[in-house]
């Protein structure tokens, strides 16, 4: 043989193989191993060459002077053959068969995926095997059950190529199960697989608490905790999460306590005033209402609340007593009016507020001084109480009505010569807004001897004619 321009002699019949059961016989994934011993049959290098039922194999090959130990690993289930020739003639043995067993250790095996641990009623699970190191491996090698207490599921196993198998199996019933996987008998690495079956999330389920703060959204304050409590026991197997957002969108800390039973409770503070946004999801998907919008507002302000009308000051029985409150710049709180004085004499109506302001109205039946006293968020507001004095205007005419009785009669007593020279008093009601007042009106004696008393002027018409005569 003529290397690098030199003729080399050699004798391939001289070439000494050491492999022991290795030239006979393998596994798949176990490297296949042996020496060349070329000492005595001239210092040439040996060349090497594997092959499977369907392709090379790849062959390392580390010389030590004369020495050669030469090293692959099947990757294939079948018979292989390993050609070692000398200057292109085989040596003695040469090529040897090696049968590559079937018989792969299950550890080999590497079983992964959700459908190992757990699983949905009615929903396929999938776990993936991979053989990578066990070679080509057919599907009757593998076999894989899946028990549980009250029934069992068919698993099917698909080949996805270079030594990767894809499995699954749709379980009927909720439960635990046992998913076991076996190579040639032999259970693979963790196998039998506990596996749970729960019902599939389903987040329409889901239940907000009608009793909790954040149902109710009214009455939230600024830098007191909004609570609320979710129910999950009916929607399946989840999980669930809660944010809540500011108004100017930074996220706060909420707080999560598990209350067993698929119930969970949550609490978050808010820092300011303004529209929060709460989202509650259950794997993913919102439940029902989710996005929640809170509004949070600012602490109660009584000194901000005013009250103003003509209906906190004096009023008259049967007239319509008005007023209003102011509570648009006051944060949230609950507005209480209530009147102190005769029991059952009036009361106040109240209008739903417009822009935060609250009219109110009554009409007093009885006389007599009242209190109103405006409250806000059980704090009374500037000015409160407010006391109101009620008149009785018929009371006031009959007064008069007396009054001119009493004067009459005792002018009728002094005699016709004091009513001539005289002047006659009389009141006249004077309206001043809702409060009835009186005013004295004098009148002359002249406008009323425009009409005398008729038997009286006949006598003096009688004096003058004799007079005359």
Known sequence: KFENGWLSVCDPLKVKIDGGDDLSKGKVGKPVRFTIDVTEAGNVKPSVTATGPTALQAVQMKNDRSRYTVEFVPWEVGEHKVSVQLADDHVIGSPFQIDVDKSVESRMV?????????????????????????????????????????????????????????????????????????????????????????????????????????????????????????????????????????????ALRVFMADDGDGNLSFRFEADEPGRHVVRVTWSGENIPGSPFKVKIWPPPNPKKVRAEGPGLHDCGVGDLGEFSVSAKDAGYGTLTVRVHGIKDAFKIQLAESVGGIVRATYSPQEPGDYTIVIRWDDTEIPGSPFNV???????????????????????????????????????????????QSTKEVKRPERARAMTPDPPKAAEKEEKKKKKKK
């Open 110 to 250: 590497v079983a992964t995926g959700d459908g190992t641990r757990i699983a949905y009623v009615g929903e396929e699970a999938k776990f993936e095997l991979e053989a990578m190191q066990s070679g080509l491996l057919d599907l009757d090698a593998f076999q894989c059950t899946v028990q549980g207490v009250r029934s069992t599921a068919n698993a099917t196993l698909l080949d996805v190529g270079d030594g990767r198998y894809v499995g699954s199996y749709v379980p009927q019933f909720v439960g635990a199960y046992l998913l076991r996987i076996l190579l040639y008998g032999n259970d693979v690495p963790g196998s039998p697989f506990k596996v749970t079956v729960y019902v599939k999330a389903d987040a329409k389920k889901c239940r907000l608490d009608p009793r909790s703060t954040l149902a109710k959204a009214d009455g939230l304050l600024v830098g007191k905790p909004v609570n609320f409590r979710v129910s999950t026991k009916d929607a399946g197997m989840g999980k669930l999460d809660v944010s809540a957002t500011s108004p100017r969108g930074r």
């Open 389 to 435: 004095k009620i008149t009785d205007p018929s009371a006031m005419e009959n007064d008069e009505v007396d009054v001119r009785a009493r004067k009459s009669r005792r002018s009728r007593r002094i005699g016709e010569r004091d009513v001539d020279d005289g002047e006659e008093v009389e009141r006249k009601p004077r309206v001043i807004g809702r409060i």
